[in-house]
């Protein structure tokens, strides 16, 4: 696996780095708003003084920190796969570019020591098929690692994933809310473990989790930015007629979540796109400031 010099030398140096993912920008989001979401996700953690690292597989080469000129590639999409966790090994042998959902990502990011991950939305279990589970669950039940997401992705089951995700010991805390997001709204029906209002609480309580030897994730739920939050109502109907979509031209597999994803975009003109991009940037914020004071706390140790 190659590791960035730049995100190398932070790591042994102690400095704060936070993983993002390259799915969400080679398949999640059309483009040119994948562009746009990476720059603002890049910025934002910059700004809060962390260390951005994007993972991907890059012609079969395992990479913890993208570079500009494979990030390029991987915006334009030439001939890029969406990689699982277990699509790692095959994927590095066979010499391919692959974008790395959650489970990929997660995998990586701990292999080269990064404590803290942000993405949109994790996968969880598909509506109408409780045996489509997706992989993003079981890395999150064995990696020790703090992930900030908005809840899961609207068009599963949410119910049935935060049931899931209490089975496999996953923590579950909202970020100043007592509910589970929902996405691309604020969420007001699934409640969350815990609720907590810093930065630095969620580190010490990933502090304490490793000191009792938990070995999953921390899932640090954090409700889209108001202002560009949708109702609930209109994603419900969006996911209905994404879901009719999906029947109608039999996608199977791992095309399922982007094939849905596009749907709902048709079905809101475009406005889970703009939600979608501001929830990317709020949540690689609050991880660039986790995981400072994660640095600042053990730098006090």
Not at 36 to 57: D, F, L, N, W, Y
Request: hydrophobic share 45%.
């Amino acid at each position: 696996m190659l590791v960035a010099a730049e995100i190398e030398d932070a790591i042994s140096a102690g400095r704060p780095v936070v993983a993002l993912e390259s799915s969400v920008l080679a398949q999640g989001l059309p483009v040119p708003a994948n562009r746009e979401a990476c720059e603002r996700m890049i910025h934002a953690v910059v700004s809060e003084g962390a260390v951005p690292a994007i993972t991907a597989i890059v012609r079969g080469q395992p990479v913890v920190g993208l570079s500009d000129s494979d990030l390029e590639r991987f915006l334009t999409r030439e001939g890029v796969s969406k990689v699982a966790a277990r699509d790692l090994a095959a994927a590095a042998t066979l010499g391919m570019d692959g974008a790395t959902t959650v489970s990929a990502s997660l995998v990586l990011a701990a292999r080269a020591g990064v404590k803290v991950f942000a993405t949109g939305g994790i996968g969880g279990v598909h509506r109408d098929a409780p045996f489509d589970e997706s992989a993003d669950l079981t890395e999150l039940s064995r990696i020790p690692i703090i992930c900030v997401c908005a809840g899961a992705k609207a068009i599963l089951d949410l119910r049935a994933t935060a049931e899931r995700l209490e089975t496999l010991s996953i923590p579950v805390v909202g970020f100043g809310t007592d509910w589970l997001p929902e996405f691309y709204s604020e969420g007001d029906s699934i409640p969350v473990g815990f609720r907590v209002d810093s930065p630095e609480q969620v580190a010490r309580i990933f502090e304490q989790h490793l000191a009792l030897g938990m070995s999953s994730a921390i899932l640090v739920a954090n409700p889209p930015p108001e202002g560009c939050r949708l109702s609930k109502e209109v994603i419900s109907a969006a996911v209905r007629s994404a879901l009719g979509e999906l029947q109608a031209t039999g996608v199977t597999g791992k095309g399922v979540t982007p094939a849905l994803l596009a749907a709902v975009e048709r079905a809101t003109g475009g406005d889970s796109v703009t939600t979608n991009i501001a929830l990317l940037e709020s949540n690689a914020r609050l991880a660039a400031r986790i995981v400072v004071a994660l640095s600042s706390s053990k730098k006090k140790r």
